[in-house]
Antibody, heavy 119, light 108 residues
Framework: QVQLVESGGGLVKTGGSLRLSCAASGFTFSDFYMTWIRRAPGKGLEWVSHISSRASTIDYGDSVRGRFTITRDNAEKSLYLHMNSLRVDDTAVYYC????????????WGQGTLVTVSS | DIQMTQSPSSLSASVGDRVTITCRASQSISNFLNWYQQKPGKAPKLLIYTASSLPSGVPSRFSGSGSGTDFTLTISSLQPEDFATYYCQQSYGTPPYNFGQGTKLEIK
C-alpha cells in the first residue's frame, strides 16, 4: 500500500536551516508529482511547494519562495524540503503528499513532521 | 492567486443530522475543487475530488456539488467518526493550490 513517511523535523532558532525528508513506498515514485503542505498551530492547511516527477517543474507558495527548496531523488524514492532563513511563523506540522494528476488532488498524505522555530 | 473561503468556520451538529459546508473561490475554477477531512493528530484524508467524485472507500453519505465559484460538501447523516475539520482546496490552473481556512465540525 502507499506509504509516505516524513522525518527531519525539530526545534531550530530563527534564521536557521532544516531539511525535511519524505520516504515513499508502495507506488512508482518517479511517476508522480509530490507536494509539501503545512499546518501551523491553530491555523488551516497551507500549500507550500510541489515538484514534478522528473523535477522539471517546481512551484512555491509566496510565503516560502526564496527561502525553501524542494528536491527529490527518484532512485531513493525520497522527497526533500530544504528550509533556510527560518522564521517563527514557519512553525508547523509539515506533510508530504502525492499529487494525482488524473484526479487533480492530493490522494495520499504522510503523518507529518513538526518543525518548531523559536526566537 | 485564487483565494478560497469556507463557511461556516465552525459548526455544531448531532449524530444523524444532515450537514452542509460551503466553499467559494475568488474566481471560476470549473470543477477543480477537492475536499479533505482531518482529525486531530492525523493526516488529512481526501474525501471528494473534482467537486463531486468520491475516492474508493469514502462512505456514500459524503457528497459534493458545485462548479465555477460555489461548492458544497454535504454529509447526509452524521456519524460519530465524522466529527473533524474539513478543508476545501482548489486545483485549477497553476499553483499555488490554496486551501480554504477549514470548517470544524463539533458534536452538539
Amino acid at each position: 500500500q502507499v506509504q509516505l513517511v516524513e522525518s527531519g523535523g525539530g526545534l531550530v532558532k530563527t534564521g536557521g536551516s532544516l531539511r525535511l525528508s519524505c520516504a515513499a513506498s508502495g507506488f512508482t515514485f518517479s511517476d508522480f508529482y509530490m507536494t509539501w503542505i503545512r499546518r501551523a498551530p491553530g491555523k488551516g492547511l497551507e500549500w507550500v511547494s510541489h515538484i514534478s516527477s522528473r523535477a522539471s517543474t517546481i512551484d512555491y507558495g509566496d510565503s516560502v519562495r526564496g527561502r525553501f527548496t524542494i528536491t527529490r531523488d527518484n532512485a531513493e524514492k525520497s522527497l526533500y524540503l530544504h528550509m533556510n532563513s527560518l522564521r517563527v511563523d514557519d512553525t508547523a506540522v509539515y506533510y508530504c503528499a502525492r499529487w494525482n494528476w488524473n484526479e487533480a488532488s492530493l490522494d495520499y498524505w504522510g503523518q507529518g513532521t513538526l518543525v518548531t522555530v523559536s526566537s | 492567486d485564487i483565494q478560497m473561503t469556507q463557511s461556516p468556520s465552525s459548526l455544531s451538529a448531532s449524530v444523524g443530522d444532515r450537514v452542509t459546508i460551503t466553499c467559494r473561490a475568488s474566481q471560476s475554477i470549473s470543477n477543480f475543487l477537492n475536499w479533505y477531512q482531518q482529525k486531530p493528530g492525523k493526516a488529512p484524508k481526501l474525501l471528494i475530488y473534482t467537486a463531486s467524485s468520491l475516492p474508493s472507500g469514502v462512505p456514500s453519505r459524503f457528497s459534493g456539488s458545485g462548479s465555477g465559484t460555489d461548492f458544497t460538501l454535504t454529509i447526509s447523516s452524521l456519524q460519530p467518526e465524522d466529527f473533524a475539520t474539513y478543508y476545501c482546496q482548489q486545483s485549477y490552473g497553476t499553483p499555488p493550490y490554496n486551501f480554504g481556512q477549514g470548517t470544524k465540525l463539533e458534536i452538539k
